[in-house]
């Protein structure tokens, strides 16, 4: 049960003084947010120009006992964890036509190899992606989100040993789009796809729906074999009249924020 003075500090007083609002102690030394939403780092951020912590200052690092906000220093890297519930899975996506006529499209771009993480990548332009594809994308999305979505990247991409060692470690994509269609158009070999501390797999034509910025995504850790491969369709919908912007999230899979969710991905090597 929600308190009716919930923030981050002690006896609800410091950061935020009743329960919804989010700031800035008086000092600027802590600051207060949603616990499932990391802020802006605050690279620039110098103790010598802030003021001293005042006598009957109430901030600390803590969280709240809602779980809903938290506190932490400026001076520190933010401690907060991705979460959303907004996930789920689509099958038979695509008739057998349709897919015909998505591979020709793949072959009319020029492909982008991505060794680091054992990939070919094909960015599908727009004008390659035949109006029939793009109608039925749209339709998927429309049945699992009311949120007014448009199509703003789609890319092509298969993974095999002819392009590296295939790994995608966890990390947030850290871009503008709201939900992504991970579909996996064909497989010969099992290769779960993991979302924070849980993991999916897919069948061919069927697709996982979720927040690629809200979601810490990853592969399990897998030894593929000569001639395994899995192709994949990654389908980005974001919000054109009120884009977001995740550029601020971590772009490194060391950094701290991501730190839990590797240790977990490790932990399922052999399994």
């Given at each position: ?22 700031g800035f102690c008086r ?92 990939r070919i990548r094909y ?23 009311d949120l007014p979505l ?122």
């Amino acid at each position: 049960m929600k308190p009716n003075l919930c923030n981050a500090s002690p006896q609800g007083i410091g950061h935020s003084g009743e329960y919804g609002k989010i700031g800035f102690c008086r000092c600027g030394r802590f600051v207060s947010h949603e616990a499932d939403s990391p802020c802006k780092v605050l690279d620039t951020a110098n103790e010598k120009d802030y003021l001293p912590i005042p006598d009957d200052c109430q901030c600390n690092e803590s969280n709240c006992p809602c779980g809903e906000f938290l506190s932490h220093s400026v001076f520190d890297s933010c401690t907060a964890k991705i979460s959303s519930k907004d996930i789920s899975i689509v099958t038979d996506i695509f008739s057998k036509e349709e897919i015909e006529i998505l591979y020709e499209n793949i072959k009319a771009n020029k492909s982008e190899s991505t060794d680091e993480y054992g990939r070919i990548r094909y960015a599908l332009m727009s004008n390659s992606v035949s109006q029939k594809i793009f109608d039925k994308l749209h339709n998927v999305i429309k049945k699992v989100t009311d949120l007014p979505l448009q199509i703003s990247n789609v890319t092509y991409v298969e993974y095999n040993l002819l392009y590296g060692k295939p790994n995608l470690p966890a990390h947030v994509d850290r871009d503008s789009t709201e939900l992504i269609l991970n579909i996996q158009l064909e497989s010969n070999t099992d290769w779960a796809l993991g979302l924070n501390f849980e993991t999916y797999s897919l069948v061919d034509n069927s697709a996982l729906v979720f927040n690629p910025n809200k979601e810490i995504h990853w592969r399990v850790h897998k030894e593929f074999k000569d001639g395994e491969y899995v192709r994949m369709l990654f389908v980005r919908f974001g919000n054109q009249e009120k884009p977001s912007d995740y550029s601020y999230l971590p772009d490194h899979p060391d950094n701290e924020m991501f730190k839990e969710v590797r240790e977990f991905r490790d932990s399922l090597r052999g399994f």
